[in-house]
């Protein structure tokens, strides 16, 4: 008895071990996980709540900014024309000069003496060849003697014209208007024309010097306004273009411009940075939206209208661009409902809850 008694025993235990292996082995159902699935799909088709604008028609303009500099209207390296000892300076660094003053001389006394030995012969000249002339009219000398003495006046007059020439080039003078820099020199200096005595600017007028993007190359023209401004002072100044390149850098693909400004009151200087603001064409009666508002997407554009409470792609041809809107050239009209935010969360069909229509 004892024998099945015990035997027993150990069919009930292993029964039980296998029972209890079976039901910890087996895999549970996460429910969970069984409705996340459904969730998901829920919260896909969840309503995205939008801003957007409704389209009219409006004006746009062609602006972009670049960047500049500003250059004297004329500017140049001041020298003399010859060799010699600086006995004067006459002008005093820093300040306005008019065209034709006399700023520094070099010793001329060897010409200077010169000029009054050629001076003192003219007069000899002058009578011999009329006394030739009035002997000629009497016929008491050949028509040939009249000639070399008309020769010999003129050759002594060629002479005093270049020696006065030379005089002339000892003296330094002012070639335009302008203010004189640093000078370069010291009375006593030996001079050439190499040597550098100062500079001399003209800063009134401006020039402003940039460079534009080559797609404007045949848009822009003289006359066509602008505004720039300098670091430091946030007051837009005007200026006119004057002058354009007659070819685009192939370097830089850029086409280079220059304005005229009036500097009247002298507070601008050559050679500051600027920011330039220029408007190559205006648009009337035109479409723009939003930059932010546009999806592009392998080379197509497209933005997304609101209609019966869905989100609708549609594709559009883009114009001119500010730092703000985007001209529509095709695929809008006037009246549709653009959607402004939230466009790279939308899919087509989406439905969308308008928070704010402008």
Known sequence: MNKFIKWGIIVVIVAGLAVLGIRTFTPK???????????????????LNVKAIVLSETTISDEFFVSGSILPDEEVDLSFETSGKIIDIFF??????????????????????ELKKLEAQLKLYTDRMYRQNALLEKEAVSQEAFQEAKTNLATLQAEIDKVIANIEQTELRAPFDGIIGLRQVSQGTYASPTTPIAKLTKINPLKIDFAVPERYAG????????????????????AKIYALDSYVNSDT???GVRAMYDNSD??????????VALTTQTFENTLAIPSQ????????????????????????????RTEALVQVLEGLNVGDTVITTGTMQLRTGQGVILDSVN
């Open 266 to 275: 002298g507070k601008l200087f050559p050679g500051r940075y600027v920011s």
């Open 219 to 238: 848009t822009l023209k003289a006359g066509t306004p602008l505004s720039f401004t300098v670091e430091g002072d946030l007051d837009e100044k005007k």
């Open 253 to 255: 693909r850029t086409f």
């Open 29 to 47: 159902v996460n429910e969970e996980i069984k409705e996340k699935p459904a969730a998901a799909k829920g919260k896909q088709n969840r309503n």
């Open 92 to 113: 005093k660094e820093g300040t306005q000069v008019n065209e034709g003053d006399l700023l520094a001389k070099i010793n001329d006394a060897p010409l200077q003496a």
């Open 293 to 320: 508002a546009i999806v592009s997407e392998m080379g197509i554009d497209k933005v997304f209208l609101y209609k019966g409470g869905k989100a609708m792609p549609v594709e559009i041809k883009k114009g001119v």
